[in-house]
């Protein structure tokens, strides 16, 4: 489909140039980051060039993040004014960049072409350096928890916007030789809306030619999304896939997940762990702890019950206080409580607090404010 598409953008450039010489129009750009090896060998044929151009383009873009034509000076001049007229290689700019204070985490606010906040997020930890992307701008979620959904749903982010974010922090890591190496789609939106761009962004960002990152570091975190979890099983890839769970029971989750009213639990539930079981993992589940709503010893005993004898991993999150929110994070004595009892009853279980709570990491905090504080 695309390759239709941008088979057609290239015909009505060829056309353009060679029967009438017409300048290039701004929507005939395309977006560099979607651009397929395949694609990009066919553009470089039909526009006479050689093939071998496609290495040095990629190894600009994607080894070297070079974004500047101009800086890509072992291409020719004639080559590079073709690609100028025809790919976009930056489609939205940084607005604001923030560390933590402990610098393990910083926060990369963007603003889309069409005037739209998102973030992205980079976490240092050991060797690792973890990218946490927006799927999309606002979220159709609305979590109680959240600051995504506040705002209500924008759109979609395209394929090409997810990988920027990406190539832009790996441009920033460059300055100290590091690169990113581990994805995960948990920063604004809900990816399994959006499953097509995903699914086509995390095929560029681990096609060897490209970025080169291993399946098997990227992570979709899903709210529950049972047609997008059946669609991620039949595309066989090996990313991990995470639920947002939250809650031990259709009831009190309906009451902070809107989606759970359309998606029921059990269907869910057995969609990720036949998900986990092809990918051969243990399935993951997030549980934020949000005081008086989840976090009693009785939820806790319902988590055991209903995770029995399943491979799986539960990592807990006590609530990062939102703006605007009228919910807490329960005591350090009764998020103890919760794991121990977890742990008693053989759930293999992880208690995460929430890197970089001083620059506003939770998803969706920085483009909340961002958009609050332009409005004010
Ligand atoms: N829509 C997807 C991806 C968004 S990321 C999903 O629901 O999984 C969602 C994750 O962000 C949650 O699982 C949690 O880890 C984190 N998160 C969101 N709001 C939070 C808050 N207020 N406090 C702590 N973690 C939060």
Avoid at 21 to 34: A, R, T
Avoid at 155 to 166: D, G, K, T, Y
Avoid at 302 to 321: A, F, H, R
Wanted: net charge positive; proline share 3%.
């Amino acid at each position: 489909m695309f390759l239709k598409k941008t088979k057609l953008k290239f015909l009505l450039y060829s056309l353009s140039k060679t029967l009438y010489n017409f300048p290039i129009v701004e929507e005939y750009m395309i977006d560099f980051y979607k651009v397929t090896p395949q694609e990009l060998e066919f553009w470089l044929k039909s526009a006479g060039e050689p093939a071998y151009r496609k290495k040095q383009i990629f190894d600009w873009v994607y080894h070297q993040s070079v974004c500047d034509l101009e800086l890509m000076t072992n291409l020719s001049w004639d080559l590079r004014e073709k690609l100028k007229q025809n790919f976009s290689l930056n489609s939205f700019d940084l607005v604001r960049q923030m560390d933590s204070y402990d610098g393990q985490t910083t926060k990369f606010l963007w603003r889309l072409a069409d005037g739209s906040y998102v973030e992205s997020v980079l976490i240092r930890s050991d060797n690792r350096r973890t990218v946490c992307v927006s799927s999309q701008v606002g979220c159709p979620a609305r979590c109680a928890f959240c600051a995504s959904g506040q705002k209500g749903f924008m759109r979609n982010l395209s394929s090409a916007e997810i990988v920027e974010q990406v190539v832009k922090i790996n441009r920033e890591l460059a300055k100290i030789n590091e690169r990113v190496s581990h994805i995960v789609y948990m920063g604004m939106g809900e990816p399994l809306k959006n499953t097509e761009s995903v699914i086509s962004s995390i095929r560029q960002m681990c096609d060897e030619e490209l970025l080169n990152l291993s399946q098997r570091r990227v992570t979709v975190s899903t709210v529950g999304i049972v047609e997008g979890i059946r669609r991620l099983q039949k595309e066989e890839l090996k990313v991990s896939l995470v639920l947002s769970l939250h809650a031990p029971n259709q009831h009190v989750r309906k009451k902070i997940i809107p989606y759970a009213r359309k998606y029921p639990l059990d269907e869910i539930i057995a969609g990720i762990e036949q998900y986990a079981r092809r990918t051969k993992r243990n399935a993951t589940y997030e549980y934020i702890l949000i005081e008086g709503v989840n976090d009693q010893e009785k939820h806790a005993w319902e988590l055991c019950e209903l995770l029995e004898g399943k491979q799986c991993t539960v990592n807990l999150i006590p609530y990062n206080p939102v703006p605007g929110v009228r919910l807490r994070r329960p005591k350090t004595k009764a998020i103890r409580n919760f794991q121990r009892i977890l742990e008693k009853n053989r759930v293999t279980v992880t208690c995460r607090y929430t890197k970089g709570d001083d620059i506003a990491a939770a998803c969706g905090q920085l483009a909340l404010q961002e958009e609050t504080e332009l409005a004010s």
